[in-house]
């Protein structure tokens, strides 16, 4: 429906309310929270725009040929699981897929018949809603702070970090040039330039940066793109690197889980304390609360 129409419609109702109750209907329009999910902020708007120039350079399953490692990792994985990057693709934009055909959430479990068990999705980007979470609930101010983002892929915490936040500096560090390339892409048309930055480089070759860091972020940036020994050594150089004191540290998942079954001599305790978060800040939203619930915050101790 556009505009006129649905103007038309919202009169048409009006005109239909028993008259003695149409004041009371006129002021529940006016003071109601009830429309905030229908009216969405300029940033919001403006990172949903990224997504879609980036959902036109990308195929579907938002992963390239110059990344051999991470696809073979999800064909390997126990149960079957498909990449849906969730900065590109929100759940309704998902059942919109579904239904077009071009996309599904189930895979066929004995070949020709109804039996049907949901695919495992994983993402590779963070969602709009994690985004916002990090930057209006988990960090403090960060005006006049540097952050640095381990593993930058499609940039989404860096255009993130410029809209919500006051971060002087975000860098970005990405190994992967094809998605360099798509970062700059985006910093360009949106010029962000002033305060963004991608570096083009292993994060293991980064010690200046890591130390003058005042927030590191790591969506999960190891575990589909090296192999073990390569993700024991770069925690290694990370925990090694990233020593500011009172410094602040996001993982994704937890430190803990993200070490488990790699040999390192990091003592979590003399790095790290763990900042519990309330991940109940969107009561009256439906959202994926599992995936905020992955998100955890570090504060570096002092050495
Ligand atoms: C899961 S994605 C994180 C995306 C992004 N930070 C976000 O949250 O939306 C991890 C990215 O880290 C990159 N990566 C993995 N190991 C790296 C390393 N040693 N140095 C730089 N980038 C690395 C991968 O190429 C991949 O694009």
Redesign the pocket.
Known sequence: MDFHSARRAVLQLLDAVVPADRPALLRWMRTTRDFDEFIEDNNEIMLKNIAEDLRSCLPIETMLSS?QL?LQKIQQQPEPTVHVDA?LYDEDFIDSLCEEGKMSRNYCMVCGSHQTAPLRFIS???SLVELKFIYNHVLPDLSGKILV??????G??LYGGYLYSSALQLYG????ED?CQLQEMVIKKYQFADRIKVLH????TQDSLLQNADVV?M????E???NEAEQAR?WEYISHHVRKQGSLLITVPSLQEALSGLQTNIQLSLWVEEIPLTYDVYPEKDIDREALEQIHLYKILQH
């Open positions: 990344e991470a900065f590779h980007s963070f983002d381990i593993g930058s892929r499609l989404t915490v560090v990405e190994m992967n998605f480089a292993d994060i293991c972020i969506n999960n940036v190891f589909y793109f090296l770069a």
